[in-house]
């Protein structure tokens, strides 16, 4: 099976602050990697699917890079409705894995 | 628009079994693959099972293995989970998602039916 290392596993940020998080694949996923964001009782929400394509209606503060093993989420301007979760995803091969999730917080 | 909707979901006691559905409209089921992924209190994402959009190919996680039955009905646009032999660490919020991009990559989930297992 795929691990998916996600790191920080929370963060404190600012509004308007730049943030960035890291997900770690223990083998090469050349660029099948996707972002969720997920707010507190809600089912999760597409944002980057294929490393860095942004999903339609997200917006484009979101944006996503890397390949093979090592990936980043970075949201280039924090908002307050940005206060949340966020899991990465393989979908390189079954079992689909996730990341053990960043929760940003307010500072 | 699209929406997948979740139901079956209950307090069941260790070793029973529940169905789950997943209904879904606003799209055309039997052109999507689907899954189901689950979530326990607190925690996070487990992807569970998959389902071919024909299912002529289906594939589960080991920890439901051997326990867990996935079926769909284009005709009838619904989505199911059998779960039988149901353990205590089955207990989760239960999400059926469309696939999309490959079938792997989920655009729409439901809004998740909670599952308990408990004596």
């Known amino acids: 099976d795929i691990q998916m290392t996600q790191s920080p596993s929370s963060l404190s940020a600012s509004v308007g602050d730049r943030v960035t998080i890291t997900c770690r694949a223990s083998?090469?996923?050349?660029?099948?990697l996707n972002w969720y964001q997920q707010k507190p009782g809600k089912a999760p929400n597409l944002l980057i699917y294929?490393?860095?394509s942004l999903q339609s209606g997200v917006p484009s503060r979101f944006s996503g890079s890397g390949s093979g093993t090592d990936f980043t989420l970075t949201i280039s301007s924090l908002q307050p409705e940005d206060f949340t979760t966020y899991f990465c995803?393989?979908?390189?091969?079954?079992?689909?894995?996730f990341g053990g999730g960043t929760k940003v917080e307010i500072k | 628009q699209v929406q997948l909707v979740e139901s079956g979901g209950g307090l069941v006691k260790p070793g029973g079994s529940l169905r789950l559905s997943c209904a879904a409209s606003?799209?055309?089921?039997?052109?999507?693959?689907m899954s189901w992924i689950r979530q326990a209190p607190g925690r996070g994402l487990e992807w569970v099972s998959y389902i071919s959009s024909s299912s002529s190919y289906t594939n589960y996680a080991d920890s439901v293995k051997g326990r867990y039955t996935i079926s769909r009905d284009n005709a009838e646009n619904s989505l199911y989970l059998q779960m039988n032999s149901l353990r205590d660490e089955d207990t989760a919020v239960y999400y059926c998602?469309?696939?999309?991009?490959?079938?792997?990559?989920?655009?729409?989930w439901g809004q998740g039916t909670l599952v308990t297992v408990s004596s």
């Open positions: 083998q090469s996923i050349i660029r099948y």
């Open positions: 606003g799209f055309t089921l039997r052109d999507y693959d």
């Open positions: 998602a469309r696939g999309v991009y490959g079938g792997k990559t989920h655009d729409y």
């Open positions: 995803q393989q979908s390189y091969s079954t079992p689909l894995t």
């Open positions: 294929a490393a860095s």
